[in-house]
């Protein structure tokens, strides 16, 4: 893994993607633009994992270029299934913004891909900074573990 230098054409794009997140789309402009420079490119190689199932959740991901796969390991003896495959403009890890959870599932890139990356600790210092997008994030936050809870 190797942090990158981003491009004016690359936050665009971050921008465009953040907008499908749920708790990022009612961010005004404004509240996007503190966000941008906390988020870093990486540079990732063909199978390289990264983050294990089971390892506590400290960051989010979105996929730039490159497609990485998503595996599920069911017990101490079996083999890592993939369950799925992302590519530009899936994102993945979103939860870990919002808890310290374990993670669900390995994620191993596929060929080479580059990755933004928003650390969790960072998230809390922009929740911290704007109180309007933190008590949205949060109504969003308990939708999703209402859902998850009753099995939505």
Same mark, same amino acid.
């Given at each position: 893994?190797?942090?990158?230098?981003?491009?004016?054409?690359?936050?665009?794009?971050?921008?465009?993607?953040?907008?499908?997140?749920?708790?990022?789309?009612?961010? $005004?402009? =404004?509240?996007?633009?503190?966000?941008?420079?906390?988020? +870093? #490119?990486?540079?990732?190689?063909?199978?390289? /994992? @990264?983050?294990?199932?089971?390892?506590?959740?400290?960051?989010?991901?979105?996929?730039?270029?490159?497609?990485?796969?998503?595996?599920?390991?069911?017990?101490?003896?079996?083999?890592?299934?993939?369950?799925? $495959?992302? =590519?530009?403009?899936?994102?993945?890890?979103?939860?870990? +913004? #919002?808890?310290?959870?374990?993670?669900?599932? /390995? @994620?191993?890139?596929?060929?080479?891909?580059?990755?933004?990356?928003?650390?969790?600790?960072?998230?809390?210092?922009?929740?911290?900074?704007?109180?309007?997008?933190?008590?949205?994030?949060?109504?969003?936050?308990?939708?999703?573990?209402?859902?998850?809870?009753?099995?939505?």
């Amino acid at each position: 893994m190797e942090k990158l230098p981003m491009s004016d054409a690359e936050y665009g794009v971050l921008a465009r993607v953040l907008r499908k997140v749920d708790f990022f789309a009612p961010m $005004t402009i =404004g509240q996007m633009e503190k966000v941008l420079p906390y988020i +870093l #490119l990486y540079a990732y190689q063909p199978d390289e /994992t @990264v983050f294990t199932q089971g390892s506590k959740g400290d960051a989010f991901y979105i996929v730039h270029t490159g497609r990485v796969a998503v595996q599920i390991k069911k017990g101490w003896f079996s083999w890592r299934k993939t369950v799925t $495959t992302l =590519g530009p403009g899936d994102f993945f890890g979103e939860m870990a +913004l #919002l808890s310290s959870d374990p993670r669900s599932a /390995t @994620v191993a890139t596929v060929e080479p891909t580059r990755l933004f990356v928003l650390l969790q600790a960072d998230f809390q210092y922009i929740l911290k900074e704007n109180p309007a997008f933190a008590e949205e994030v949060g109504r969003i936050a308990a939708r999703r573990k209402f859902a998850a809870s009753h099995g939505k």
